[in-house]
C-alpha cells in the first residue's frame, strides 16, 4: 500500500478522513471527529478565533454571552520564560465569559479518579466550552468533564510532547487505583503550542519520545494476535500511516535530548497521527502490545503500594526494547528447539493456579489474582477455539515471522533511539526506581493481565517462560542497551 500522505499534513484532517474512508474495506474505523488540529509556535493567536467557529458550529453564541471554562492544574508552566496559563486566560477573557477551574488533589500530578474527574465536571456545568491547558491528564479529564457536564465544545491546549492521548477520543482514568483506558469524545480542537512544548522538561518530552517508540513493538503484538484469532481488528492503512511517524527518526531523535524546538515539533506531530490512528482505529491494540502491560504492570504495583506512578511513556520506552527481546528469543527458540504446535495448548484451567499465586504477594486478599485469572482464562479459551488456525499459522513459519518483522524494529535498534533522544532504556533508569526484582516478576506475568495477546503468551504457551526464559530475555535487553550505550 501506498497511501499519498506525508507527516507533514497532519492538519488536513479532511485529508486524512478520505484516506481512511477509502481503505477500510471493512467499514471498522471510527469517525474522526476532530473538526481543527494545529501545530506551531502561533496557536495561541488563533485560539479565540477557533473558539469563536467552534462555538457558532455548536449552535452557540461567540460573544460575551458564551460562557468558556479554562480547565487546568496549578503546576506553573512557562512558554518563553512568561507562565502560559494567564495569558490564555487573557486571550479567551477579551472575547468570551472565561472563568478558571484549577483542578487541585494536593498530589503533585493530578490524578485522574472519580473524585477529580466529578469536579471537573461540576465546575464545566453549564458552559459552552471547555479550554483545557496541560498534559494528557488534564486533557483527559476535561474530556471526561465535557463528556458528563454536556458541554458542546473542548479545545485542548497541549503543552508537553508527553503522550499520544490529546487528539483521540479515549481517557486514561484510575479505577481503584489502576489505570483504566475508557472510550470518551474527540476533543474538537487540538492547538499544539510548540513554543511551550519545547520549553516543556527534557523527561516529560523524553517520556513522550518513549511513547512513540511502541510504533515499533506493538503492531507485532496486534498482527500475531489477529492471525492467532485473539483479535480481529488488524488493519494495514493504520500501519502504513503509523509508519510516518517514524520519517527520518534517526536525524531528529537526538534533539529531543536538547530541547531543539524543529524535533519537539516533530515529536508532538508524530504523536499527533498516534492519538488518530488509536481512535479511528476504535482500538489501542496498533500501539499498545506487550511494552505497555510492563507499564500498567508497574502502575499496577504503585498502585497496590500506594506509590507514585512513573511517567507512562517512559516506561512504555523500555517496554518497548523487552517486547522486542522477546520476540527475538521466541525466535531463537523456534530455531534451537523447534516447536510442537501441540505444546501449544495445555489446559485451561491448568493455568489457574499460577496466575493466583503470581499475584498472592502483591495482593493476599486475592482479589487482583481473581480478576486477572478471569482475564487470562477468557483469552486462553479464545486460544484453545482457534486452534487449526494457530497450527496454519505456525506452519508456514518462515512466513509468518518475515511479516511480523516487516512491522517493527529489533531490540537494538528501539535502544539506540530511546538513548539518542535522552529516555529511558533500562528498568534501571526508570523514576520511582524499578529494581531488579520486581522488574523480574513484572515481566514473567504481565501477559496474564489482560485479555489481549502478545508474544509473552507465545512464550508462556512454548513452555519457554520460566525463570530461565524470563532470564534470557533480560540478557537480550541488557545487551541492546549496553550497545545503544556504546554507540554501536
Ligand atoms: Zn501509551
Not at 474538537?188 to 523524553?206: E, F, G, K, Q, Y
Not at 527481546?325 to 495448548?345: H, K, N, P, Q
Request: charged share 20%; aromatic share 6%.
Amino acid at each position: 500500500m501506498s497511501l499519498d500522505i506525508q507527516l507533514s499534513d497532519i492538519s488536513r484532517l479532511d485529508r486524512i478522513r478520505e484516506v481512511l474512508a477509502a481503505n477500510d474495506p471493512r467499514g471498522q474505523f471510527t469517525a474522526l471527529g476532530m473538526q481543527d488540529l494545529q501545530i506551531g509556535d502561533d496557536v495561541l493567536d488563533a485560539l479565540a478565533g477557533i473558539t469563536g467557529h467552534l462555538l457558532v458550529a455548536a449552535g452557540r453564541s461567540d460573544d460575551r454571552t458564551a460562557r468558556v471554562v479554562m480547565m487546568a492544574d496549578p503546576v506553573v508552566i512557562l512558554r518563553g520564560g512568561q507562565p502560559l496559563k494567564p495569558a490564555v486566560m487573557a486571550r479567551l477573557d477579551a472575547r468570551f465569559t472565561t472563568t478558571a477551574a484549577i483542578l487541585d488533589d494536593g498530589h503533585p500530578v493530578l490524578h485522574a479518579d472519580e473524585p477529580i474527574l466529578a469536579e471537573a465536571a461540576a465546575a464545566a456545568q453549564g458552559a459552552d466550552c471547555i479550554v483545557s491547558v496541560g498534559g494528557g491528564t488534564i486533557t483527559d479529564i476535561a474530556k471526561v468533564a465535557a463528556e458528563r457536564a454536556d458541554v458542546p465544545v473542548h479545545i485542548v491546549i497541549q503543552t508537553a510532547a508527553s503522550v499520544d492521548g490529546y487528539t483521540d477520543n479515549f481517557a486514561v482514568v484510575l479505577q481503584n487505583g489502576v489505570k483504566k483506558t475508557l472510550p470518551s469524545r474527540w476533543p474538537d480542537a487540538v492547538l499544539t503550542d510548540t513554543r511551550t512544548v519545547a520549553d516543556a522538561p527534557l523527561v516529560l518530552n523524553a517520556s513522550g519520545f518513549g511513547e512513540l517508540l511502541s510504533m515499533y513493538s506493538a503492531p507485532g503484538d496486534w498482527f500475531l494476535s489477529c492471525e492467532m484469532g485473539l483479535d480481529d481488528t488488524f488493519a494495514p492503512v493504520l500501519i502504513e500511516l503509523l509508519s510516518r511517524c517514524g520519517d527520518g527518526i534517526a536525524a531528529w531523535s537526538g534533539g529531543i535530548a536538547r530541547g531543539d524546538h524543529a524535533a519537539c515539533s516533530r515529536l508532538a506531530t508524530a504523536l499527533a497521527l498516534r492519538g488518530i490512528v488509536t481512535g479511528v482505529g476504535g482500538t489501542t491494540a496498533s500501539l499498545s502490545g506487550m511494552e505497555h502491560l510492563f507499564s500498567h504492570m508497574l502502575d499496577m504495583v504503585a498502585g497496590e503500594k500506594g506509590t507514585a506512578t512513573g511517567l507512562h511513556g517512559a516506561q512504555v520506552g523500555v517496554g518497548s526494547v523487552i517486547r522486542a527481546a522477546a520476540w527475538e528469543e521466541f525466535c531463537a527458540r523456534m530455531e534451537e528447539d523447534g516447536l510442537d504446535t501441540a505444546r501449544l495448548f495445555p489446559g485451561v484451567e491448568s493455568f489457574e493456579p499460577r496466575v493466583r499465586a503470581a499475584f498472592s504477594e502483591l495482593d493476599p486478599s486475592g482479589r487482583i489474582g481473581a480478576e486477572c485469572w478471569s482475564r487470562y482464562r477468557t483469552k486462553l479459551g479464545l486460544w484453545h477455539a482457534n486452534r487449526s488456525r494457530i497450527e496454519a499459522a505456525f506452519a508456514n513459519w518462515v512466513a509468518l515471522r518475515a511479516r511480523h518483522d516487516a512491522l517493527g524494529l529489533g531490540s537494538h535498534a528501539i535502544a539506540a533511539c530511546l538513548h539518542r533522544a535522552g529516555a529511558a532504556t533500562r528498568f534501571s533508569d526508570l523514576e520511582p526506581l524499578v529494581d531488579a526484582e520486581l522488574m523480574r516478576w513484572v515481566v514473567a506475568n504481565c501477559q496474564f493481565m489482560r485479555e489481549r495477546g502478545s508474544v509473552a503468551d507465545l512464550l508462556t504457551l512454548a513452555g519457554w517462560w520460566d525463570e530461565a526464559g524470563v532470564a534470557r530475555v533480560l540478557a537480550r535487553v541488557d545487551a541492546a542497551c549496553a550497545a545503544a550505550e556504546r554507540g554501536a
